[in-house]
T-cell receptor, first 118, second 117 residues
Framework: DAGVIQSPRHEVTEMGQEVTLRCKPISGHDYLFWYRQTMMRGLELLIYFNNNVPIDDSGMPEDRFSAKMPNASFSTLKIQPSEPRDSAVYFC????????????????FGPGTRLTVL | AQKVTQAQTEISVVEKEDVTLDCVYETRDTTYYLFWYKQPPSGELVFLIRRNSFDEQNEISGRYSWNFQKSTSSFNFTITASQVVDSAVYFCALSEALNTGFQKLVFGTGTRLLVSP
């Protein structure tokens, strides 16, 4: 049973470049989350989707950040243009809904994408 | 607002010692969930336990045990006979009910555990 898949695992880019992070949630999970982890701020929820619809994006730091979920098995987090302060580990997580017999707050995390913006 | 405090930034022990990681939380919700996650050096976040606020029974899983005390708003995690492989950052988290019906996870800042041979 595959877990949450993220790509790339590592990304190094230069300031001003566009960065796209990808996530494939666990099949059957209704919720998808994007988190950012930094030393200064710890783990922060950026945005979450329910059934492919963005529900709460209040954690997205700036307009430079955008996230999409075109279908149940794929989501992207895009940063355009990227800045050095965006350097962090970005996690994608998914969880089932209670209506499907799961626990909607039991989140399963992907391995993360370590982003470095020079 | 919900808050999770992990006052211990880093703990160092020698293998086979017992170690307790503290977690104190604040919430106004009457129903909530508490979690522990492990983040080994490889970086992924591994789910360890989920505890319902109505269930104050302590839980044991192998060398791991959890002590949930509502009276002190604490959910402490004990590793018995620690091993080098236990070296990781451990996060305590609390679910926060949003008006969307979704339970958002609020994480503590983590405790780094170093187990030396």
């Amino acid at each position: 049973d595959a877990g949450v898949i993220q790509s790339p695992r590592h990304e190094v880019t230069e300031m001003g470049q566009e960065v796209t992070l990808r996530c494939k949630p666990i099949s059957g999970h209704d919720y998808l989350f994007w988190y950012r982890q930094t030393m200064m701020r710890g783990l922060e929820l950026l945005i979450y989707f329910n059934n492919n619809v963005p529900i709460d994006d209040s954690g997205m730091p700036e307009d430079r950040f955008s996230a999409k979920m075109p279908n149940a098995s794929f989501s992207t987090l895009k940063i355009q243009p990227s800045e050095p302060r965006d350097s962090a580990v970005y996690f994608c997580a998914s969880s089932p809904s209670s209506s499907s017999g799961g626990k909607s707050d039991e989140q399963f995390f992907g391995p993360g994408t370590r982003l470095t913006v020079l | 607002a919900q808050k999770v405090t992990q006052a211990q930034t880093e703990i160092s022990v020698v293998e086979k010692e017992d170690v307790t990681l503290d977690c104190v939380y604040e919430t106004r919700d009457t129903t909530y969930y508490l979690f522990w996650y492990k983040q080994p050096p490889s970086g992924e976040l591994v789910f360890l336990i989920r505890r319902n606020s109505f269930d104050e029974q302590n839980e044991i899983s192998g060398r791991y045990s959890w002590n949930f005390q509502k009276s002190t708003s604490s959910f402490n995690f004990t590793i018995t006979a620690s091993q080098v492989v236990d070296s990781a950052v451990y996060f305590c988290a609390l679910s926060e009910a949003l008006n969307t019906g979704f339970q958002k996870l609020v994480f503590g800042t983590g405790t780094r555990l170093l187990v030396s041979p």
